[in-house]
T-cell receptor, first 119, second 112 residues
């Protein structure tokens, strides 16, 4: 199966600092990647859709200036949490979409997640 | 709007069958999914069903879809301790097939 990695797996930072999380598709190219946020014992909430070579599409209520997304290559998308605050503490999960063939079902492969704790 | 609901907890005895239920609101869903999440890990796609199917079976897993009632279920036969996890029901709306809407997850625990 396809593999998606995230780095770092966990990070602790001070309030006011910025944190960058990387999402990589290791054995396939992904034009589209997704960033999710998961609160404890809750579901995944889609934050934004990351498109290679263009601006990300953010879901309603997600601040694009706070959560900067860069999809610079077909295998890498980054999420930067700027000026992090304790309420940004969460589990961030990315997924990468692999197209089987044009017009077919595109499966999303999920990374292992990054736990962010802001003190 | 799009909404996916499922019960939060399920406890079954080892060796019994587990049935996890889910309801959704978007009648135009294209695909419906079941994902498994183990503690501290990402999501693993267990199985998916296209909206024009009623049933899909894959080894110990059986998915049933009732489109009329917008009800999806996942049956795990001969439940083992390794099946302990959170199971997420999810759907892709017709309007955006790449977008996945997740339910709240059902935590499955196994009793000896």
């Amino acid at each position: 199966g396809a593999v998606v990695s995230q780095h770092p797996s966990w990070v602790i930072c001070k309030s006011g600092t910025s944190v960058k999380i990387e999402c990589r598709s290791l054995d396939f190219q992904a034009t589209t990647m997704f960033w999710y946020r998961q609160f404890p014992k809750q579901s995944l909430m889609l934050m934004a859709t990351s498109n290679e070579g263009s601006k990300a599409t953010y879901e309603q209520g997600v601040e694009k200036d706070k959560f900067l997304i860069n999809h610079a290559s077909l295998t890498l998308s980054t999420l930067t949490v700027t000026s992090a605050h304790p309420e940004d503490s969460s589990f961030y999960i990315c997924s990468a979409e692999r197209e089987h063939f044009p017009g077919s079902y595109n499966e999303q492969f999920f990374g292992p997640g990054t736990r962010l704790t802001v003190l | 709007g799009e909404d996916v609901e499922q019960s939060l907890f399920l406890s079954v005895r080892e060796g019994d069958s587990s049935v996890i239920n889910c309801t959704y609101t978007d009648s135009s869903s294209t695909y419906l999914y079941w994902y498994k999440q183990e503690p501290g890990a990402g999501l693993q796609l267990l199985t998916y069903i296209f909206s024009n199917m009623d049933m899909k079976q894959d080894q110990r897993l059986t998915v049933l879809l009732n489109k009329k009632d917008k009800h999806l279920s996942l049956r795990i036969a001969d439940t083992q301790t390794g099946d302990s996890a959170i199971y997420f029901c999810a759907e892709s709306p017709y309007s955006s097939a790449s977008k996945i809407i997740f339910g709240s997850g059902t935590r499955l625990s196994i009793r000896p």
